[in-house]
């Protein structure tokens, strides 16, 4: 719970990043982008790719934060290009209407988690047994983005057509 707190913190502080309104509209037009060719198959690659390395211990949360933190900063290029008298910490919360928003997170804040544990525990002397755990959290984290990219895909094609 604490790590998915953080998660929330970080991705707020990113939303709130000033920006102007020629760099909002510049990201705003790459997500667009990505969005004329979106499927499953890329946004679980995406999510899968930006997750994993947060397992990793010590470098994991700090690649964590970074990608929380742009994250933010896109729903705040995203906001201002598009709804600019919307504050970009609102659009944030609201995503959390959506189900895959919620397992995203979760899925981030489980490897951040367990990073930490990892640490904790190899300083044990336990952290073969640890590597056990992970992996098993791993492959949960890997169904959940898969079920999350499905959700995300399908609103996102429901909403343009």
Request: hydrophobic share 55%; charged share 10%.
């Amino acid at each position: 719970m604490v790590f998915f707190v953080i998660s929330l913190i970080v991705t707020s502080a990113g939303a709130l990043t000033p920006l102007n309104v020629q760099d909002a509209n510049s990201i705003n037009q790459e997500i667009e982008q990505l969005r004329q060719n979106i499927s499953v198959q890329h946004v679980f690659g995406n999510n899968l790719m930006l997750c994993l390395p947060m397992f990793i211990p010590f470098v994991g949360p700090i690649f964590g934060l970074w990608v929380l933190y742009n994250t933010g900063v896109v729903i705040a290029a995203e906001t201002i290009a598009t709804s600019p008298q919307v504050s970009p910490l609102l659009t944030l919360f609201m995503l959390f209407v959506f189900p895959f928003t919620w397992m995203e997170f979760i899925s981030y804040s489980t490897g951040f988690a367990e990073s930490v544990w990892l640490i904790r525990r190899g300083t044990q002397g336990l952290g073969k047994r640890e590597l056990k755990n992970a992996a098993i959290l791993i492959a949960i984290v890997a169904v959940m983005l898969l079920l999350a990219a499905i959700i995300e895909v399908a609103l996102i094609l429901a909403s343009t057509s």
